[in-house]
């Protein structure tokens, strides 16, 4: 198989310009007559299913949740990127673009992130229209933060909530047309499956998570935009129902998969306090503005931190990134973090954290201001921990947060299923093997507004769909598939939990998946994930029946994936014989410990395609020209 | 530390329900409260019982999911914070917990502490938005927004619809919550075109479905997670009463509230 990642020719400037020029147009009166389904109701979901709806396309959006303002992008926090240069501090669409593939590591599409910049611009300005409230000036004009990896303020923020208000924005887009009679919202329904008809994307099985009643939905084209996997890992800052599925059965059903081992650690969450743990919680990374981060120069130093005196520190980022400081890209953060805490330096009861200090920049500009700028997130991590932030210096350990990796698409956002497009943290392709702070944001709405509502008509006006309904035999086989699962879930009444089974995998797959990972280590993984994913179809137990609101049945499905996914990418990991971004193999390191890129060899996207239960899955290699930002090692010092 | 906690237990809308008492021992006082409930379903799991449901997502307090009573209180006794986000060190060893869901019936019950709040988005539905499709703004900079004025429509932004407010009224009004998203819209000049039209239909959804009328009482902001004032509920009022003095002839109907759940619905 051969990957065209439909590129447009021509300087980078005008490519997007070009490929909209280039679409086939489908009449506004025909419109109507396209039915879309759209899965996820985040930042790319219900952006895109409202603005087909505007557009008069006759869609139905699925969410999980009760109501599709809950979906997790709510609960980005500090802030959304765009090349507006209104500080005038030499920001511009090049350098929002050039810092986006370097932050990537090269290990992202060059034409896909200048689309990306060149579309920031207008996201804010759509959102201010909707009644985001955006940071102000007293002046009345918007304000900008510098927000981690940046050395210009191009991040837009509303106080610590940003994702709330941004995700608000789309929600109220999105109802104003489901009061149009444009959007048919279905909520508390879980897609299960994908129906492809004669190669191309048809619709969906779901089931309605109140009463397990299973329905099928017939459309022209199918758009996923259910969020990433870092659930796999058990503990991360993802929301308890963000999960794979619905990427997962894409891939089953022929999506290639790309760059699965390419996951964020972000370097500002509280750390772990117990066994019972059931998610992580993260610190906006905004507070590396202000806050510094340190740990004790001696080993095992039990003093607490207003004993240790100013010479007895070691602000390590400080020390070892001289220009950029606190403010490195969250995989050096996290890498340093662990390195410390490994040394035996860390803080904290587990000794699993490192110190983010405010007293200087209290000192500086004062409590008050302080206050107004990281009230919230404060207050949340006194509630947590107990702890005042405004007197001691919080505690800190990396987390999974985000996962670059997701479905593969082309230009168009079009996975390799025709018919099927991706959007969001679900697909693979703007942020290479590590993210910059505050471009998920931008992503997720870029691809919801301003890209799919173009590259989805150019589908429908370029394919024909012939007539199908739920009595045809490939409908009638998914669904036979979708109950089979759910009936073999609830029967095999074994003796260990859905929660138990996934605390395991996800302790497996952090150990040798997560921040650091050697050929060796993954090996071990994979053996233990199968061996493990073999104990869990025998001795599961999901109480209750699946004719109701069945919680347990509904983690059950999304840990069986997880399974798959995490052999998937610990299969990639292996593969990739070099460090890049958040892949960070310990065979290939530089001598000072920083990550070590083999552009030679390694230079492309690894996009892999299921091969049946038990086969090796097949690679198939899109390789990365940079014609613009020319690869060089990352250096932040 | 050791706690009894009496739970709602309701399989489906149409059983009845009824409390069950349930022994937690080894609560850990950093335990957040739905860490503890995971802890007893991880128990009642493994004795094939089913676990007890409590709606949930995020865990940080911002997504609006979880929320229920906790001996009477919404979202239990720590003021502005919600369930996933307090932490057991507020109890006292042997205490008595009584959870239980939010009661109204504009919320139907789905199961156990789960309800169904489709009644907030119908309201959202009915007007709480700006009209602007994609592709329509100017220059963000262009809508000058003092920041006085940005932070006011922040504070009535803040509310996560968790229905905390409702749960917690006598009446079960959905007063603030109707009041944070209007006063959020008609405080910026983004949303002034609409004023009129967004306050008369909202308010008019809001008395279609089964919320009960504000009577001024105040316990909606008091156990508001995200501290939304109870001025959103005047400004509503005021708005309404506004629109209502001129005359409005293009108004839609109501949407009918929907209680069935079937994703075979077109």
């Known amino acids: 198989m051969t990957l065209d990642a439909k590129i447009p020719s021509g300087p980078i400037e005008l490519a997007w310009d070009k490929a909209r020029f280039d679409m086939k147009l489908v009449n506004p009166a025909n419109k109507r007559k396209h039915s879309l389904i759209v899965v996820g109701s985040g930042l790319a979901g219900g952006a895109a299913a409202a603005s087909l709806g505007e557009l008069g396309y006759n869609v139905k959006c699925f969410c999980f949740q009760d109501s599709p303002r809950r979906a997790h992008s709510i609960a980005a926090q500090g802030g959304i990127n765009a090349a507006k240069n209104y500080p005038n501090d030499g920001e511009s669409i090049y350098r929002l673009f050039y810092d986006t593939v370097k932050g990537g590591d090269f290990r992202a599409r060059e034409a896909n992130v200048y689309r990306l910049a060149q579309i920031s611009v207008h996201i804010i300005d759509q959102c201010v229209a909707q009644g985001v409230p955006f940071a102000r000036e007293y002046g009345g004009t918007l304000t900008n933060r510098s927000f981690g990896g940046a050395q210009v303020s191009r991040t837009f923020y509303a106080r610590g909530q940003t994702g709330q208000q941004l995700l608000l924005g789309a929600y109220q887009a999105l109802e104003r047309q489901v009061r149009a009679g444009t959007v048919t919202m279905i909520p508390r329904t879980e897609m299960l499956d994908l129906i492809v008809i004669d190669g191309q994307a048809r619709g969906i099985v779901a089931r309605n998570l109140v009463t397990g009643e299973l329905s099928v939905h017939i459309a022209d084209a199918v758009i996923l935009a259910t969020g990433g996997y870092g659930n796999v890992y058990y503990l991360s800052t993802n929301a308890k129902g963000s999960n794979v599925t619905a990427s997962w059965r894409a891939y089953k059903r022929g999506a290639l998969f790309a760059n699965p081992c390419f996951t964020q650690i972000h370097p500002t969450c509280i750390p772990v306090s117990g066994d019972y743990q059931s998610k992580l919680t993260l610190m906006s990374e905004s507070l590396r503005n202000d806050g510094r981060i340190w740990v004790p120069k001696m080993k095992g130093d039990q003093r607490s931190p207003d004993q240790i005196p100013e010479d007895e520190r070691d602000y390590y980022l400080e020390r070892r990134y001289p220009s950029f400081g606190n403010l490195v890209p969250r995989d050096v953060a996290s890498r340093n973090a662990k390195a410390v805490c490994d040394e035996g330096r860390g803080v904290g009861k587990s000794g699993l954290g490192v110190y983010l200090d405010f007293f200087d920049a209290i000192a500086r500009v004062g409590e008050k201001t302080i206050r107004e700028r990281y009230g919230n997130l404060f207050d949340m991590y006194q509630r947590i921990t107990d702890e005042d932030p405004y007197k001691v210096p919080m505690r800190i350990y990396p987390a999974i947060h985000y996962t670059m990796g997701g479905l593969w698409v082309d230009y168009q956002l079009q996975s390799t299923i025709p018919g099927l497009f991706v959007l969001g943290e679900a697909n693979f392709s703007d942020h290479g093997a590590n993210r910059l702070g505050a471009s998920a944001l931008m992503q997720g709405l870029s691809d919801g507004y301003f890209v799919i509502p173009y590259t989805v008509g150019n589908y429908l006006a370029t394919n024909k769909f012939k007539k199908v309904d739920a009595s045809h035999s490939e409908v009638q086989s998914v669904v036979a598939a979708v109950q089979q699962t759910t009936d073999k879930l609830l029967s095999i009444r074994g003796k260990r939990t859905v929660d138990s089974f996934h605390r395991e995998l996800g302790k497996i797959v952090w150990d040798y998946c997560g921040m650091a990972r050697t050929a060796q280590g993954l090996e071990t993984a994979i053996g233990k994930i199968r061996a493990l994913r073999e104990e869990f179809w025998q001795n599961v137990t999901v109480p209750g029946s699946g004719d109701d609101l069945n919680q347990s049945l509904e983690k059950a499905g999304r840990v069986a994936d997880f399974f798959e996914l995490a052999e998937l990418m610990c299969i990639d990991a292996r593969e990739r014989n070099e460090s890049c971004g958040g892949h960070f193999r310990e065979e290939y390191q530089t001598p000072d410990g920083e990550a070590q890129r083999d552009d030679e060899r390694y230079s492309y996207v690894a996009a892999w395609g299921y091969r049946g239960p038990g086969n090796t899955p097949e690679l198939t290699k899109e390789p990365l020209e940079f014609n613009y930002v020319h690869p060089s090692q990352r250096s932040y010092k | ?266």
């Open chain 2, 1 to 266: 530390m050791k706690l009894t906690l009496k739970i709602w237990r309701q399989k489906t809308h149409k059983d009845k329900g009824a409390f069950v008492s349930y022994t937690v021992d080894h609560v850990d006082p950093e335990m957040s409260m739905l860490e503890c409930l995971d802890v007893l379903n991880e128990t009642l799991t493994e004795r094939g019982e089913e676990p007890v449901a409590f709606e949930h997502d995020c865990r940080e307090g911002i997504c609006g999911s979880c929320g229920f009573m906790i001996n009477g209180v919404a979202h239990g006794p720590e003021r502005a914070t919600t369930v996933c986000q307090l932490t057991m060190r507020h109890f006292n060893d042997g205490q008595e917990l009584v959870l239980e869901p939010w009661r109204a019936k504009a919320f139907p019950a789905i199961k156990d502490l789960v309800v169904d709040r489709r009644s907030f988005d119908r309201i959202i539905e009915s007007g709480g938005y700006i009209s602007v499709s994609t592709g329509q703004a100017p220059d963000g900079n262009t809508i000058l927004v003092g920041k006085e004025t940005a932070d006011q429509a922040m504070d009535a932004a803040a509310c996560i619809g968790c229905g905390a407010c409702v749960a917690a009224c006598p009446n079960a009004a959905a007063a603030l919550f109707t009041g944070a998203k209007i006063a959020h819209l008609s405080i910026l000049p983004q949303g002034k075109p609409e004023r009129d039209r967004r306050a008369l239909h909202m308010v008019a959804q809001m008395n279609a479905e089964l919320f009960g009328n504000c009577t001024n009482i105040g316990e909606c902001t008091g156990v508001c997670p995200k501290e939304i004032p109870l001025e959103v509920i005047a400004t509503m009022n005021r708005d309404y009463l506004r629109a209502s003095w001129k005359k409005r002839e293009d108004l839609e109907a109501t949407i009918p509230p929907a209680t069935e759940w079937s994703a075979n619905r077109t």
